[in-house]
C-alpha cells in the first residue's frame, strides 16, 4: 500500500495539530497502521497504533492521554490528533502499515511507509 502523510506544521507548546495519511489501494482494512516519528540522529519511535477495524488502540506512554488515532476504512485514512503538544513532540512523524492483525511498536514490522510530515513544537 502507498501512503501520503500530511498535516505537519509549527505550532506553540500547548495547541493542537491532526497529521493524516491517506492510503492507495482497495484492502486498506487488512492494515494495521500506525504512527511514528523521528528525530535527527535517533531510532524511528512507535507513537501510536490502531488495529485494522479500528476496535484496538495502542500509545506509547509518552503521548498516552495527549494524542489519539483513528481511521476511516471507508475513506483510507488514518490520522493522528496531537494535543496539548510539548517541544519534546517535535519531529518527522510517519505512517505506516502492517499487514497483520495485531499492532507492533517495532519499526522494522511494518511492510509500508509514507514519507514523513514534520511537526514543529516551539515554546
Avoid: H
Avoid at 75 to 102: F, G, I
Amino acid at each position: 500500500v502507498q501512503l501520503q502523510a500530511s498535516g505537519g506544521g509549527l505550532v506553540q507548546a500547548g495547541d493542537s495539530k491532526r497529521v493524516s495519511c491517506e492510503a492507495s489501494g482497495r484492502t486498506f482494512n487488512s492494515y494495521v497502521m500506525a504512527w511514528f516519528r523521528q528525530t535527527p540522529g535517533k531510532e524511528r519511535e512507535f507513537v501510536a497504533g490502531i488495529r485494522r477495524t479500528g476496535s484496538n488502540t495502542l500509545y506509547a506512554d509518552s503521548v498516552k492521554g495527549r494524542f489519539t488515532i483513528s481511521r476511516d476504512n471507508a475513506k483510507n485514512t488514518v490520522s493522528l490528533q496531537m494535543n496539548s503538544l510539548k517541544p519534546e513532540d517535535t519531529a518527522v512523524y510517519y505512517c505506516a502499515a502492517r499487514l497483520a492483525s495485531d499492532i507492533n511498536i517495532f519499526a522494522r514490522a511494518y511492510d509500508d511507509w509514507g514519507q514523513g510530515t514534520l511537526v514543529t513544537v516551539s515554546s
